[in-house]
């Protein structure tokens, strides 16, 4: 281990996500396995910006594994993008002693601390941590599967009504530029068509199966659509055009946004959080820099943050061949 490192800081930023208060709690307690200090940062790079920081220690983080949300705050910094507020944000990390940085969110927070690193030198490694599961160069994202079991919950239960009335329901679930929620949580409550935005399925397919499905004794039936579909202006909008041209359904629009986010982390998602961060802590104190922990074959590996960044995280084909045939 490198012996150059002696403070750590952590941050959360972008939109927060279940296991996001694990992973603080894993850098806390491996800083403190390896005597390293570590302080932790309040609303990510605006923290950094303002110098807003709290010391933390083994039992600082206790009691928060089980904790939604994050416990030091999440924000977007304009001021960050800025040459100015990133030179603030690094007199700030040397005036408190801090070697390197770890920061947990999602592909805005990694094209941030690339571009802090290059300009200022500071070691960093990414941790992804973001319930879309968008981030290449990892399976799966920190919060993504307390996200999905979430959505599930809420189409099972969204599912009782629309039997209960014969209805059509549309549910909105975030995914504004990937369908790695809608797919997936769509298979998981069975839903008869999951619109995604990497595949265009078009209005008259969709109205084709919805027509189908009926003709074939189906009563109800449930659309899951990702936020960022292309189909139609939006899901209310969708959601009207379907009723004018079937209109032998009863066509109703859960939005079930931002509750997405919340909630207590699935035991995946704590030991996902707990794996990336122990791994993030020791590849600094062996001189790594600029690069992203994930989780790759049911091991933990790293990659630069560039090919995090300029490659994506693509859609299964089998899962949405397998949604086809389920959709019968």
């Known amino acids: 281990m490198s012996t150059t490192i002696k403070r750590i800081g952590v941050m959360t930023s972008g939109g927060d996500s279940p296991g996001m208060n694990a992973a603080i709690r894993a850098v806390a307690r491996a800083c403190a396995y390896y005597n390293i200090q570590c302080v932790g940062f309040y609303r990510g790079f605006q923290g950094m910006i303002e110098g807003d920081y709290v ?189 004018k041209n079937l209109p032998d359904y009863d066509s109703k629009v859960t939005v079930l946004g931002h509750i997405q986010r919340g909630g207590s982390p699935s035991c995946f998602d704590r030991v996902l959080a707990s794996r990336l961060c122990v791994k993030a802590v020791e590849l600094l104190l062996e001189g790594k820099k600029n690069i992203m922990v994930g989780f790759v074959n049911n091991s933990i590996q790293d990659c630069t943050l560039e090919n995090a960044l300029k490659t994506k995280h693509n859609i299964n084909k089998d899962l949405l061949k397998t949604s086809d045939i389920l959709s019968t």
Do not use: C
Not at 96 to 112: E, P, S, Y
Not at 130 to 143: A, F, L, M, P
Not at 181 to 196: K, P, Q, T, Y
């Open 55 to 243: 010391e933390m220690d083994a039992r600082s983080v206790r009691n928060i594994i089980s904790r939604g949300g994050t416990i030091l705050k999440s924000a977007r910094s304009k001021e960050f993008l800025t040459s100015e507020g990133r030179k603030k944000a690094a007199v700030n990390l040397k005036e408190a002693k801090v070697d390197a940085m770890i920061l947990i969110g999602g592909d805005g927070t990694f094209r941030g601390g690339q571009v802090f690193s290059q300009e200022h030198g500071i070691p960093v490694v990414g941790v992804p941590g973001t319930i879309d599961n968008d981030i290449s160069g990892t399976d799966y994202t920190i919060g993504y599967d307390t996200a999905l079991n979430t959505v599930v919950e809420a189409i099972d239960k969204i599912r009782d009504t629309a039997s209960s009335h014969n209805r059509l329901f549309f549910v909105e679930v975030m995914g504004r530029d990937a369908g790695f929620i809608a797919l997936n949580s769509g298979i998981g409550a069975g839903a008869e068509e999951i619109l995604i935005p990497e595949e265009d399925l078009g209005l008259e397919r969709l109205l084709h199966s919805l027509e189908r499905s009926r003709k074939s004794g189906k009563t109800s039936s449930i659309v899951v659509v990702s936020e960022g579909d292309k189909i139609g202006k939006n899901v209310f909008e969708l959601a009207e055009y379907v009723s």
